[in-house]
Structure formats: C-alpha cells, structure tokens
C-alpha cells in the first residue's frame, strides 16, 4: 500500500497490563490512594469499585506522551485495546504519527551502515520462527519492498527497532504518573457510596 495520507496508526511497544510493570503502579497507586502521607489508611476504595478501563485509557495516554518524548517521534496517542481474556491476546496501545516523520526516521538510518545493519538484525531475530508463531513477512528487510508500501505493522517494527536502540525502559518512562493515575482512579470509582473511612482495627485495604 501507498501511504498517500499524511499520518498512519500503529502500534506501539507496550508490554499491556496482565501481570507487568505497567499493572503493577496501578495496584501500587490504588494503595498509595487508600492511605494519607504518613501511610495512615484513611480511604477504603476496593479493587472492584473501579473502573480500570477508564484508568487504564489515561496510563496508555500518559505512556504514549512520555514514549513519544523518550523516542523522539510525534507520536499522538489514538486507542487502546483491552481484550476481554487479558491471558490469550495482549493489551496493545496505538498511536499516530505523520509518515513523514517515519520517512524520515528510515533515511537516517539508512545513511547509517551500522543502524542499518542493526535494524536488519532486529527484523531477522524479532521474526524468528517459534512455537505459537509464524511470521507473515520475510525475515529479510530486502524483501520488504520500497518504504512507501510498508504498513502498518511493519511500520511498528521500525518504531520498536528504535525503542530497543534506545533502551527504553518502560519502567522508567511510567515512573512519572503517580499522581495523574492517582486522580484517574478517584474518577473512576463505579459506587461512591461504598468509599469509606475504614475502623481503625480493620486492614487496610490491598
């Protein structure tokens, strides 16, 4: 396909919520949101009285900005996708960009006889036969064809190429939004009425 629109969707790398770094602050904020400063619990707001979904759209949007930034890309937040069966297909957070950026981006590192070599490299091993998976292109840049008819997904390998040269650390990127999700989460309590000061001998909530 010919990229005659100015911008294109694609996914970017994100490691989802089930059981990662990303589900971890959350739980962590959840806590931190259900005690004051000195550690007191003052708030009893239960796990499943919220609206993680809502929480989780603010994250994506938030690591979407951060990413953006670390990557040096205009990366523009665009969806999140929440499986139903977290355990069987993984959360994935797109955004656009203009493909000029991306364009960009490719003659740099075509100029560049290492980062080539590296970008090749990374499509070689990322496409790399294995059980449960069996690629759809060839494991050969060359034969992917002129840039301009790439789509989307294997625009997102080019955008992963870069994350991985520039070690992004996904941990770090989120280590910010304590605060923002700390907020997302009080908006999104489904039944405020259950919000309570918990009794002083009670434990405090996870």
Do not use: C
Request: zero cysteines; charged letters at 25%.
């Amino acid at each position: 396909m010919s990229h005659a629109a100015a911008e294109v969707t694609l996914r970017v790398p994100f490691s989802g919520f089930f059981q990662t770094e990303h589900d971890q602050l959350l739980h962590d904020v959840l806590a931190e949101v259900n005690r004051d400063e000195h550690g007191v619990p003052f708030l009893r707001i239960a796990l499943e009285n919220v609206d993680w979904n809502i929480v989780r759209f603010h994250h994506a949007q938030l690591y979407v900005k951060k990413l953006a930034a670390a990557l040096d890309l205009p990366l523009e937040f665009s969806r999140v996708v929440l499986p139903m069966f977290e355990t069987f297909e993984p959360d994935e957070v797109f955004a656009s960009i203009p493909f000029a950026a991306l364009e960009k981006l490719m003659t740099e590192i075509r100029q560049d006889p290492e980062r080539a070599r590296a970008l090749h490299d990374h499509i070689f091993r990322e496409l790399q036969p294995r059980a449960g998976f069996a690629p759809w292109y060839p494991r050969e840049i060359a034969a992917w064809g002129p840039f301009d008819t790439w789509n989307e997904a294997q625009l997102s390998v080019l955008v992963d190429f870069v994350a991985v040269e520039r070690g992004i650390d996904q941990v770090e990127l989120i280590r910010g939004h304590r605060e923002p999700m700390a907020a997302a989460i009080r908006d999104a309590v489904l039944d405020r009425t259950r919000v309570r000061t918990p009794d002083p001998d009670e434990a405090p909530a996870p």
